[in-house]
């Protein structure tokens, strides 16, 4: 009696000791929460055509990147226009080998998606140091060739009269032929046409460091060589521009002289 009565008795508080299960523990259980799945359905072609099944991510075509992005905020927001400047390296390497060799592929036709006014920005910044510069040094030597005792002497003039002439011809020109083509009922973008003046200037940079020569008779078939490549890239880009328009054919010309007039400005000016 006395032991059955020890062998009821409850040992989970006893030191040691085991506590028993019991069923409201083995009742409990972690429940996991629902994920949450989203169950994406074939894709079924119309008429009940057979579908391509379950598609994987793919890389936007070309066509879908070559578009631009309207972010036009204004005038005088900066945002607006850094569309412009949304250019990578092998666009404007690209663009600007173009420049040197006029008779290669349609400009407007690679531009049209993308037009760039790094152009305008840098590469006239670049020659408008360049002639400041080579300017004073290509005065120097050949007054040192013709006296030796000629001190150097650097002549701010010089920076003037680059920044008046390459800025004021680079915004102006472009602005005016965007201006007489819509009056004359042509379509016309300001923004392409600053794009293409301004990688216009980019064969006058090396043409700068050549006119250092102090040989005059060179430095004018150098000025004349590259003077002639810019005003045929503008004239033939501008041409194709303008296809089929034969009562604008003078724009052509007179875009040609006014390059030429750029050119013959540059040597007269800075190298005399």
């Known amino acids: 009696m006395e032991e059955s009565s020890y062998s009821n008795l409850s040992t989970s508080h006893l030191l040691g000791s085991v506590p028993a299960v019991t069923n409201e523990e083995k009742k409990a259980s972690y429940e996991v929460p629902e994920a949450n799945m989203q169950i994406f359905p074939p894709n079924n072609a119309s008429g009940g055509g057979r579908g391509r099944g379950y598609q994987t991510l793919e890389a936007p075509t070309e066509e879908f990147e070559q578009q631009p992005p309207n972010n036009w905020s204004g005038v005088f927001s900066i945002s607006s226009y850094t569309q412009y400047f949304n250019v990578d390296t092998d666009v404007v390497i690209y663009r600007l080998i173009s420049s040197f060799y006029p008779v290669t592929g349609d400009f ?4 049209d998606a993308n037009p760039d006014l790094y ?14 510069s080579f300017g004073n040094w290509a005065t120097y030597l050949m007054q040192k060739h013709s006296d030796g005792t000629t001190s ?3 002549d701010v003039g010089y920076i003037n009269a ?44 090396p ?5 250092l020569i102090p040989v005059e008779i060179l430095r004018w078939i150098i000025i004349l060589i590259a003077g002639s490549a810019s005003s045929c890239f503008v004239a033939l880009k501008l041409k194709s521009y303008i296809e089929g328009a034969n009562d604008l054919k003078m724009m052509v010309v007179a875009a040609f002289l006014l390059q030429m007039a750029l050119a013959i400005f540059i040597k007269v000016w800075f190298f005399p």
């Open 207 to 211: 043409t700068a460091l050549l006119l």
């Open 152 to 154: 150097w002497s650097f």
């Open 162 to 205: 680059a920044a008046v002439g390459i800025y004021g011809y680079a915004v102006v020109v472009p602005m005016a032929f965007n201006f007489l083509l819509q009056y004359l009922g042509s379509n016309a973008s300001l923004v392409r046409f600053w794009c293409m003046w301004g990688y216009s200037f980019s064969i006058f940079i």
């Open 108 to 111: 407007f036709s690679k531009i």
């Open 119 to 132: 152009g305008l920005i840098w590469i006239t910044t670049t020659l408008v140091f360049m002639l400041a």
